[in-house]
Nanobody, 124 residues
Framework: QVQLVESGGGSVQAGGSLRLSCEAS????????MGWFRQAPGKEREGVAT???????IYADSVKGRFTISEDNAKNTLYLQMNSLKPEDTAMYYC??????????????????WGQGTQVTVSS
């Protein structure tokens, strides 16, 4: 019954912006740790941003100052605002949820549920 569905990906030019959405069902999103991950061809999946249930956030150094993770409790939806996009941001982006740990981070081990992914392509 737990389900995460990402949307909002697409193709943009360098310097542009996108907002990714993760619609959650089957649980209250704000009661759990949530994260955004990305995976480029030939590379391992890496953590991009984390939002804990206490409201604190963690960002990968590569996106700090450009990306913002947030949530809309009324819509039970997680967002990733992506500004000043670079070609190296090109990847499949995934939403993830953690149900068992009081605190989560950028490592994949914290997360129990994953969305199907949405593709982001940034051209120069």
């Amino acid at each position: 019954q737990v389900q995460l569905v990402e949307s909002g990906g697409g193709s943009v030019q360098a310097g542009g912006s996108l907002r990714l959405s993760c619609e959650a069902s089957g649980y209250i999103l704000s009661n759990n740790c949530m994260g955004w991950f990305r995976q480029a061809p030939g590379k391992e999946r890496e953590g991009v941003a984390t939002l804990r249930s206490d409201g604190s956030t963690i960002y990968a150094d590569s996106v700090k100052g450009r990306f913002t993770i947030s949530e809309d409790n009324a819509k039970n939806t997680l967002y990733l605002q992506m500004n000043s996009l670079k070609p190296e941001d090109t990847a499949m982006y995934y939403c993830a949820a953690s149900f068992f740990f009081p605190d989560c981070g950028l490592a994949r081990k914290w997360y129990n549920y994953w969305g199907q992914g949405t593709q982001v392509t940034v051209s120069s």
